[in-house]
């Protein structure tokens, strides 16, 4: 399955930003681990000491922004399960920002982040290679909107690229 087969009427608009950043022709089990790679990649690249930086006041650090990307996967990856195994159900959204205070990202370090990346980036691949093409195609309802899983799976590989063009841009 490749980006390129995703349908606008499988997404709400919101997401477009982080789909339109996915190659149309990204297959997406091979996007989700060249994504692993190149987050790694650019987290190793890293100094310790910087991880904790906020290029303004207010602003989440690196280590939370990387939070960030852990659980909208592990929360987003959910709603793909859910939706691949055609559940009608409609699925909750949650507020980014009530997670990062409590995850208490800034205490760990940069190797615990990146082993916490991996390890759950290593699920979402093993969750994805269990589903058929067919699974993934069927259509649900995520925060209020139809979805379907794939359009969710595709959406964490958009949103990696829209935050690490941030790292990139504001905290390097």
Not at 69 to 80: A, G, H, S, V, W
């Amino acid at each position: 399955m490749i980006r390129a087969e995703i349908n606008p009427n499988e997404h709400h608009e919101y997401y477009g930003r982080y789909l339109d950043l996915v190659d149309n022709s990204t297959e997406l089990i091979d996007g989700f681990i060249q994504g692993k790679n190149q987050m790694v990649e650019l987290l190793e690249s890293i100094p310790e000491e910087k991880m904790s930086y906020r290029y303004q006041p207010g602003k989440w650090s690196i280590n939370e922004l990387i939070q960030h990307l852990i659980d909208t996967e592990r929360i987003f990856m959910y709603r793909c399960l859910r939706i691949a195994r055609n559940d009608k159900t409609q699925l909750a959204g949650f507020e980014q920002d009530d997670y990062i205070i409590p995850s208490e990202a800034d205490k760990k370090s940069k190797t615990e982040i990146i082993e916490e990346f991996t390890v759950n980036r290593n699920n979402s691949i093993v969750l994805l290679k269990s589903l058929s093409d067919e699974n993934l195609s069927f259509i649900g309802n995520a925060n209020g909107a139809k979805a379907s899983a794939r359009s969710i799976a595709f959406t964490v590989l958009g949103h990696d690229i829209w935050h690490s063009r941030i790292i990139k841009e504001r905290y390097l």
